[in-house]
């Protein structure tokens, strides 16, 4: 047996893929709580620009690292991009090196404002909306609105005014969240961030639970697994990647392990200027080529 294959066995996963039994672990909710409350609305407004949407559920995986990267890439590419920041850690703007005393989506909610104005400029000109500061109570105060109103994100962007040009990309909190499900129940694409360890791969029989009432609607997301920091000189990192794949039945998107691309966060600098030839640019790049293209089919 491969050492994949004894990865998988530890988790109790069959390496041979069974339909039938992966439908019947997407049909059981029993371990989400409260799940009726994160059912999108019929009367939702229609969203024209591309929603996407990246998730984990592991903390540390690179996942705003991954948001500034794809934003600037994308927006490189043609697309108007909005990067939204819907964790209350209010990290992103560390990342675009943009004000943190501006107000913020989490503040500017709480008091009804509008978001057009929060807009500041990032990287390669894209724009990024900051989830601002707010403490413990006023927190409290917006996850209790927000588990109330599931289509309050919905609303939120539909008031933005952006067209079919532009791509919104979310950056959510770890773990299971009320953030995370308002972000599900707009998105088109969901980019699903792990790295190549066991931890991460343990996780992804709780991500289906969390995923499958979002994948039940009439417009469900595109889903994809992003393998982060994947590092081709560690044999046990390379493992892991083939462990992700027998589990997943298919070909997950990989971005390799760049230091430029970490330490871009110290300097708060766009992460791809480096006009040097890095596999983690080009890595980067396709998954922009392919949030790019047209939607496909789940």
Sequence with gaps: MS???????????????????????????????????????LNAPELRPKIVALVSING?????????????????????????DLDPQNALHHHFGVSSTLPGIGRTSLEHGQWAPLQQ?????????????????QQESLERWLKQEPGWLAQRLGCLGLSERHTVIIDTPAGNNVYFHQALSVA????????????????????????????????????QVVINQVDESNPFSLDMVEAFKHRLGKEPLEVHRDMAINEALAY???????VAKRLASDDINEVCLWLKAPKQTA
């Design 188 to 223: 088109d694409v969901v980019l699903v961030i792990v790295q190549a360890d066991a931890a991460c791969l343990g996780t992804l029989d709780h991500l289906d639970l969390l995923l499958a009432p979002h994948l039940e609607g009439e417009r469900p997301p595109v889903v």
């Design 121 to 137: 400029l990032g990287f390669a000109g894209c724009q990024v909306m900051t989830f601002g500061d707010i403490d413990i109570q």
């Design 3 to 41: 050492l994949s294959k004894e990865i998988l066995a530890l988790f109790g996963k069959d390496v041979t893929h069974d339909a039938d039994g992966i439908n019947a672990r997407m049909h059981f909710f029993g371990s989400v709580p409260d799940e009726s409350i994160y059912q999108q609305p």
């Design 268 to 274: 708060s600098s766009d992460p791809l200027d480096n």
């Design 60 to 84: 540390g995986v690179g996942r705003s690292t991954l948001v500034t990267a794809l934003s600037s890439g994308l927006q490189r590419l043609g697309e108007s991009v909005v990067a939204l």
